[in-house]
């Protein structure tokens, strides 16, 4: 992505990466679990007791050389985005901190969990609180359910947790995600689950993101957002079943700025560096106030993109991919509004007023 943005003469400002130490991962994981990362790292193998207990060495979660740094580093880029979102918050009017590495909202307290190790959203949220903004709402846009995010504040009211995402039914992680998970004992009504159906267009994709933000805003009111943008909702992404062109998350940004300008964004999933290095490029070019109109496709950016060493889903590609940054709209009927109107009326019934 920062590759890409280079490559359109785009230069925006960015601070260098730096590992989570184990401190700051004990606010969630616990010891033994890191414990077991670390030693895998080392060895490059993991026994079956190891893999039983922590879901390590699988096919979904394999060990290889980058997995504990990388993990490293997209969580202590996190840690970052908190302590630069805590040390602005005050002093600026709109402050937005971008972390694209982070978002790997899978992972569990001591277990690996689809694709994720160390799960920086919810250290992310901790680490908030820990300064002081208490209730967090947290929104989730990537076309997975954050069950690691959802079961870290299960039975807690002070983070609310919205999360837009291919259904359960058809799609990871098949067991959590569906709208009847509200919560337990004083988080019962702070966790709002809207599963959808396959082929999701970014006219239904805005309409859930509004009335969800509309209902919780209106019963919980949170000194911080945070959001995880996973981009896998591209019709271009083959990991999941959504038909988002890349609008929806520059519609997703306004609509969260109606109710803050202030929040910490994380990436999340995108498995077609393709459309992924455009989606997050352009969500970043957009928040700093670059108008999109004026951003030339450069010959450089549009080489960059087609020599992307990847498998070929041309199929599922429109022609100008790689000589516009912005995708042609993919607006349609809202057939989820019945749904919608379900889930609302569910939360109405159990939240706290
Ligand atoms: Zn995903």
């Not at 280079?6 to 184990?22: G, H, M, Q, S």
């Not at 983070?159 to 291919?166: A, D, G, P």
């Not at 267009?201 to 000194?223: G, T, V």
Request: glycine residues 6%.
């Amino acid at each position: 992505m920062l590759n890409y943005l280079k490559a359109l003469n785009i230069d925006l400002p960015y601070v260098e990466a730096r590992d989570a130490t184990i401190d700051e991962l004990l606010i969630f994981h616990t010891k033994d679990y890191i414990e077991a990362l670390m030693k895998s790292d080392a060895t490059m193998k993991v026994n079956a007791y190891i893999r039983e207990k922590y879901n390590t060495g699988t096919i979904e979660n394999p060990i290889s050389p980058g997995m504990w740094r990388g993990s490293l580093l997209a969580t202590g880029s996190s840690i970052q985005a908190v302590e630069i979102f805590n040390s602005y918050y005050k002093s600026q009017k709109q402050l937005v901190i971008f972390n694209p590495a982070g978002g790997m909202h899978h992972a569990k307290s001591s277990k690996a969990n689809g694709f994720c190790f160390l799960n920086d959203p919810v250290i992310t949220i901790k680490h908030l609180q820990k300064h002081g903004f208490r209730k967090i709402m947290y929104i989730d846009l990537d076309a997975h359910h954050p069950d690691g995010v959802q079961e870290a504040f299960y039975e807690d009211d002070s983070v609310y947790t919205i999360s837009l995402h291919q259904s359960p039914e058809y799609a990871f992680p098949f067991s959590m995600g569906y709208e009847t998970e509200l919560g337990i004992d004083e988080g019962l009504g702070f966790n709002m689950n809207i599963p959808l159906p396959k082929a999701i267009n970014d006219s239904e994709f805005s309409y859930a993101l509004e009335k969800a933000i509309d209902f919780a805003s209106s019963r919980f009111n949170p000194d911080a957002f945070v959001i995880q943008m996973g981009v896998d909702g591209l019709k271009e992404d083959y990991l999941s079943k959504f038909e988002l062109s890349n609008n929806a998350y520059i519609k997703a940004i306004d609509i969260i700025y109606r109710y803050t300008k202030k929040f910490i964004l994380l990436g999340g999933g995108g498995y077609n560096p393709i459309s992924l290095a455009r989606a997050w490029g352009l969500v970043w070019i957009y928040l700093n106030d670059i108008n999109l109109k004026d951003v030339k496709i450069t010959k450089e950016a549009e080489e960059l993109l087609r020599s992307l060493d990847y498998e070929d889903f041309e199929d599922l590609m429109e022609d100008n991919i790689y000589t516009s940054i912005l995708d042609t709209p993919r607006d349609g009927d809202i057939r989820i509004k019945e749904k919608l109107e379900k889930i609302i009326s569910l939360h109405k019934l159990y939240m706290m007023v």
